[in-house]
């Protein structure tokens, strides 16, 4: 087995903790760190696929991980601009 198993499989833990994270309190959510893991998912989905062979495993653990950050993102827009915050009745 090479890098391009091991690579992906240890990789595959910033997408399960961005999945467990969708159930958590939006006020947690960094905007900042949300669009940096979005533009670093779409970046390494093009090389995953741009490499030879192509690394499948690769571009699924990176398009988990941005559907994740996605829904963390609309998380926050709701949250933060969107009247999420009106709705829960928080006050900051």
């Given amino acids: 087995m090479s890098t391009h198993f091991w690579g992906p499989v240890s990789n595959f833990g910033i997408p399960l903790a961005a999945v467990m994270d969708l159930k958590k309190d939006e006020q947690m959510i960094s905007g ?9 998912s779409s970046v390494f989905m093009k090389y995953a696929l741009a ?40 006050t900051a």
Avoid: D, S
């Fill in 32 to 40: 900042r760190m949300t669009g940096a893991l979005v533009i670093y």
């Fill in 51 to 90: 490499v030879t062979p192509k690394n499948y495993l690769l571009f699924g653990c990176h398009a988990v991980n941005w559907c994740a950050q996605t829904g963390q993102g609309y998380r926050w827009l709701n949250f933060w601009y969107f009247g999420g915050k009106e709705r829960k009745g928080v």
